[in-house]
C-alpha cells in the first residue's frame, strides 16, 4: 500500500504552539524546581521521589500528550494563558506517573536512555549495602514518585470547569483500566485481536490523543468539538499505539532510548502478537521460552508485520478525513494532518 504524503505543518499555528510548549517546559522545571527545595528540608530522604520525578521529565521525552491538548485549545480558538499551560504540565506529569509505574510492571531497566527510577534506587541501595532488599527498595521508590507525580498532576489541573474535571476523571480512569486489561491478557497469553485492538485504544489511544485534544477544545469553552476530535484522536491515537509496538518488536533501543522486545518478553497482547500467535502455532513456545530475538527474526517482514503496517496506514487516512468535516479552521486541519503523519511514522 502507497503512503499518502502528508500535508506540511502550517506556520502560523506551530508558532503559537510552540510558543505554548516552552512555557510548558519553563513551567515544569520551575514547579519541579520548587518541589525538590521544598522537600529537601529539613531531611533530604523526603526529596527522593520529587526528584526521581523531576530527572525523568529532564530526561526528554516526545511530549505528546501537551502537544495534542494545546493544539485542541488553540484550534478551539482559546488564547494564550495560564489554564492551558497548567493543564499540558498536569497532562506531562500524569504521563511521567504511568511511565513509572510501568516500569515496575514490566521490569523495565532503562528510560529515556537512563537506568528507570526503580532500577536506579535498588542500585543505590546495593552500593551502600543497605538493610533489606535492593529490588524492594528500588520499587518502593517507584511507587512513591508515581503516585507523587499524579499528586503534581490533580495539584496543577485543579480549580477547571466541571466538564474539563470529568475529562479529566475519565481519562484517568480509563487509563487505569486499560493498564488493567493488559496486564491481564498478558496473563492470559490468549491470542484474541479485537481484544488486543480495545486495549491499544484504552491503553494509549485515547489517553494519547483523542482526550487531550478533548480538555483543549474543552479549557477553550468549545465542547462542540469534542465530537470532533473523537474519530481522529481515537484513530490516530490507534496507530499510534501500533507503531510503538513495531518498535518494540523490531526496532533499536540506541533510537528508541529504552529497552526493545519488552512486549516479547512480557507476553503483551498486542495486535502483532495476537494475529502472529493465530497464524504460526510455533509463536506461543518462543514466547513461552522468552526466545525474543528469535521471534523478532521470525515476524519481521512477514505478513503480519504488513497487516500490521497496512492498519496504521488505514487509521492515518481515517484521521485525516476527520478533520475534512471538523469545524476547525484551515491552518489546524494542515497542522493536525501533519502531526498524524509524525507520530504514526516515527522511529522512537
Known sequence: MTRTAPAGPDPSARDDLRALLAQVESGLRTFLSQERFRWSRPDGRGAEPALA??????????????????????AAGGEPGEAP???????????????????????????????????????????REWFGEPRRYGESVA????????????????????????EWFDLKSELIAGQAMDVTAAAELTPDAELARH?????????????????????????????AFQPYGEALGEAFQLRDDLID?????????????????????????????????????????GEVELLRERLSGTAVHARIEARIE??????????????????????????????????A
Do not use: N
Open 199 to 227: 486495549i491499544a485504544l484504552v491503553k494509549s489511544g485515547r489517553y494519547t490523543v483523542h482526550r487531550p485534544l478533548t480538555l483543549g477544545a474543552l479549557l477553550a469553552g468549545r465542547a462542540d468539538l469534542a465530537a
Open 143 to 166: 511507587i512513591l514518585a508515581g503516585d507523587l507525580a499524579w499528586a503534581y498532576a490533580d495539584y496543577l489541573m485543579a480549580g477547571t470547569s466541571p466538564a474539563v474535571a470529568r
Open 249 to 289: 518488536a523490531f526496532g533499536d533501543g540506541t533510537v528508541s532510548g529504552k529497552p526493545v522486545r519488552q512486549d516479547f518478553g512480557r507476553g503483551k497482547m498486542t495486535l502483532l502478537l495476537a494475529l502472529a500467535m493465530r497464524s504460526d502455532e510455533r509463536i506461543r513456545a518462543l514466547v513461552e521460552r
Open 53 to 74: 520525578v523531576a530527572e525523568l521529565v529532564g530526561a526528554g521525552g516526545k511530549r505528546l500528550r501537551p502537544r495534542f491538548l494545546l493544539s485542541g485549545y488553540l
Open 314 to 347: 488505514q487509521l492515518v487516512e481515517r484521521a485525516c478525513a476527520s478533520l475534512a468535516v471538523a469545524a476547525l479552521p484551515p491552518e489546524w486541519r494542515r497542522e493536525l494532518t501533519s502531526t498524524a503523519s509524525s507520530a504514526a511514522y516515527r522511529e
Open 85 to 127: 499551560v497548567r493543564a499540558a504540565m498536569a497532562l506531562e506529569l500524569l504521563h511521567v506517573s504511568a511511565l513509572i509505574h510501568d516500569d515496575v510492571m514490566d521490569d523495565a531497566d532503562r528510560r529515556r536512555t537512563r537506568p528507570t527510577v526503580h532500577a536506579r534506587h535498588a542500585e543505590i541501595h546495593r552500593d
